[in-house]
């Protein structure tokens, strides 16, 4: 899909310089092209009033891009711990409902194939089976959310959202993020979320 149908519904709040080299090499992955066109062209993203497209930047006191991905596996996995997810998962949103969004990098060598899963907090708070795989890529995916909604295993709904997007007031005055020294996953994919025994 064209970012561009993207970046022309949302406008642009601007650009945030990313140092994509040294980001995917400390995550010790590529990451699709449809996400590093969006970050690029409009920063972190809070698209509806009710979801947030992270991207790698930091805000003193308020947010780390690094920490906000450790922080989003281990809460998933503990939150869902009697429900194992597909190996290989890698966050990159949230929604004001604390639903995570996830890559399935495991679901194809290429990133720009990666399929989009969906962490359903309120399915995990009841016991539910909180995963559900959709199938499509980020793009499309933001997309769904905006023109249909996307049905969640709670029996609730992501969207249909409002065709707007802004930064994120937490991240007013954020500036690009520089990875620390020790990796996230360059070693191998045992960092992301799935290639664990839940705990």
């Known amino acids: 899909m064209d970012v561009s149908v993207l970046t022309a519904l949302f406008g642009t709040p601007g650009p945030l310089p990313v140092e994509w080299p040294a980001v ?12 590093r066109t969006l970050a690029s062209a409009c920063g972190p993203l809070e698209i509806g009033a009710a979801l947030w497209l992270h ?3 930091e805000r003193e006191g308020r947010f780390d891009y690094g920490t906000w991905v450790r922080q989003t596996h281990h809460l998933c996995r503990t939150a869902a711990r009697h429900f194992r997810p597909s190996p290989g998962l890698l966050a990159w949103g949230a929604t004001r409902a604390s639903d995570r969004l996830f890559w399935d990098t495991w ?12 962490f359903d907090r309120e399915a995990a708070e009841r016991g539910l089976d909180p995963w559900h795989g959709l199938g499509v890529p980020m793009a499309e995916t933001l997309l ?4 249909t909604g996307i049905a969640l295993p709670s029996g609730t ?42 705990g």
């Open 107 to 118: 679901a194809a060598d290429d990133p720009d194939r990666w399929p989009v899963v969906v």
């Open 144 to 147: 769904e959310a905006v023109s």
């Open 24 to 35: 995917e090499s400390w995550l010790g992955t590529r990451l699709p092209a449809d996400y």
């Open 157 to 198: 709904r992501l969207g249909p959202l409002a065709p707007t997007a802004r930064r994120p007031a937490f991240l007013a005055g954020a500036r690009p993020w520089h990875p620390p020294r020790s990796a996230f996953g360059s070693v191998s994919r045992a960092s992301r979320l799935g290639s664990q025994a839940p």
């Open 55 to 57: 991207t790698p930047c």
